[in-house]
């Protein structure tokens, strides 16, 4: 047989069984390149989200700013008088009223000069009487009269000075407060306007805060504050505005603002806070999670879910905001479901996989499965 009756031999043969086993036509099948499904059919793949239905709420506007609290009416008090130390009355933290004595100096020489010129006083009192008894029986001269006059307004003037004298030996509290320092031992000299105490209303503890002038508009006496401190474990203070400053510093562009705060257990002059000034209110706000938004250059959108698992991206304004949650302008109502969780690559009319819902690795192997039986058939 020669090689060219072979070729044609093989050739027919093949051609014998290709049409045979296929019924007639050869039967095609293509796959997706990227993990697809067969015949060249693509399924979507659904992204997995967490969503939450939205509340109604109270919703609270604030400025926040940082501050050191101090007192206002924070005192030293220092000695009046040149002497020894010879009892001390009170210790650091103990509560004083104003007057009360602190500390007692020498007084020996003080008392001493109080006896003397008050001897004196008395004396030259019965001189005048009689003076004046006998100038208005026009037995003394005009002179006269005037003279014991002046010398009993003299020796008044030196009683007084030894009295004052003697105060100076007693050293009293000039306020109501707490007394914070001793500066002074049992048996120190001290010495004029050397310190001894420092006495603390805690009632006039305030937070002073700058504020930008552009928030002027929104600051009132009286208005609401909160305050919070990281040193007693973030607990919240009351406080109101005291006093609004009545002009700009130029320099900083800010007004100071006193924040004052009623005695509290705990608020200490020196502490570290944080103030929150409330600027508005609203109590039935519809409430978005901060952690459902999302920020495309300087707008903010978020994505509601509708009943086809599908989501619908909206731009949203923010009316009002607090450290949890802001309140849109529109678009959005109570009991709307909105992605919280799973959102960073969601696009407009993404389809999507909720908690609960069949995995999609299952739909995959059922699919695999229902293909691979009807390949068989």
């Keep these: 047989m020669s090689k060219l009756t072979l070729i044609a031999a093989v050739v027919a043969l093949i051609t014998v069984f290709g049409t045979g086993c296929g019924g007639g036509e050869a039967e095609v099948r293509t796959f997706d390149q990227g993990g697809g499904n067969r015949n060249g059919k693509h399924k979507t793949e659904a992204i997995p989200v967490e969503v939450e239905a939205l509340t109604t709420g109270r919703i609270e506007s604030t400025l926040r700013f940082s501050a050191t609290l101090e007192a206002e009416r924070d005192v030293q008090v220092f000695a009046e008088a040149t002497r020894r130390v010879e009892a001390l009355l009170v210790e650091e933290g103990d509560s004083v009223r104003k007057g009360q004595v602190l500390v007692r100096l020498q007084d020996e020489e003080q008392r001493s000069n109080v006896a003397k010129t008050s001897s004196e006083l008395d004396q030259r009192q019965r001189e005048y009487d009689r003076q004046k008894s006998l100038f208005e029986q026009n037995l003394i001269s005009e002179q006269a009269f005037i003279d014991a006059e002046y010398q009993l307004d003299q020796t008044r003037l030196a009683f007084e000075d030894a009295q004052r004298e003697l105060g100076y030996t007693e050293v009293r509290a000039p306020i109501s407060g707490i007394v914070t320092e001793r500066l002074v031992n049992l048996g120190d000299f001290v010495t004029v306007n050397q310190p001894l105490f420092r006495v603390i209303d805690f009632d006039s503890i305030v937070a002073r805060i700058f504020v930008p002038e552009h928030a002027l508009p929104q600051l009132d006496r009286g208005q609401q504050a909160r305050l919070t401190a990281d040193a007693l474990g973030g607990a919240v203070f009351s406080g109101s505005v005291d006093r609004i400053a009545p002009v700009v510093d ?117 699919s695999k499965n229902e293909g691979d039986s009807e390949d068989a058939a």
């Design 250 to 366: 130029p320099g900083t562009g800010t007004i100071k603002v006193t924040v004052a705060t009623p005695r509290q257990e705990g608020l200490r002059p020196g502490m570290y806070v944080q103030v929150e000034l409330v600027t508005a209110i609203h109590e039935n706000a519809v409430l978005i999670p901060k952690k459902a938004l999302v920020y495309d250059n300087d707008q903010v959108f978020v994505f509601r879910l509708d009943g086809e698992r599908t989501v619908e991206r909206i731009p949203i304004s923010i009316s009002m905001q607090d450290s949890d949650s802001v309140e849109p302008q529109d678009g959005l109502v109570a009991g709307d479901e909105i992605v919280v969780a799973g959102q960073s690559g969601l696009k407009d009319g993404a389809t999507v996989r909720l908690p609960g819902d069949p995995e999609p690795e299952e739909e995959s192997e059922n």
